[in-house]
């Protein structure tokens, strides 16, 4: 049982990176080329082809290549509902510490 879990931490170690997660947002409606993503990351193409390495090596995206380029597109749409769940716990948490903190400083006055 413990090896799915080793299996789960591994791979979400690549959720840890902002310019990745940036990158599958980018991908949450289809495919885009490496061209585009570059311009849309701000990345260089050295960068932007390691992060997607690693995103491909764990089976995240997977690629087409279309004459010179290539195309990057989300293996599985979970992967982007798991990334959209985590973002709306993370803005509900954020949400939540503005309240209180706009209820200490109300307090405070």
Avoid: W
């Avoid at 413990?2 to 979400?12: G, H, L, R, T």
């Avoid at 990334?83 to 209180?100: A, F, S």
């Amino acid at each position: 049982m413990s090896n799915i879990f080793e299996f789960q931490a591994d791979v979400c170690k690549i959720f840890s990176h902002a310019k990745r997660l940036e990158i599958l947002n980018l991908l949450k409606n289809g495919e885009v080329n490496a061209s585009r993503l570059i311009e849309l990351t701000g990345l260089s193409k050295a960068n932007l082809s390691q992060h997607m390495a690693v995103l491909k090596a764990k089976g995240v995206v997977k690629t087409r290549r279309e004459g010179v380029n290539i195309y990057y597109s989300v293996t599985n749409p979970k992967i982007i509902q798991a990334c959209n769940l985590m973002r709306e716990v993370l803005i509900e948490q954020l949400t939540e510490k503005g309240k209180m903190a706009s209820r200490i400083q109300g307090e405070e006055k």
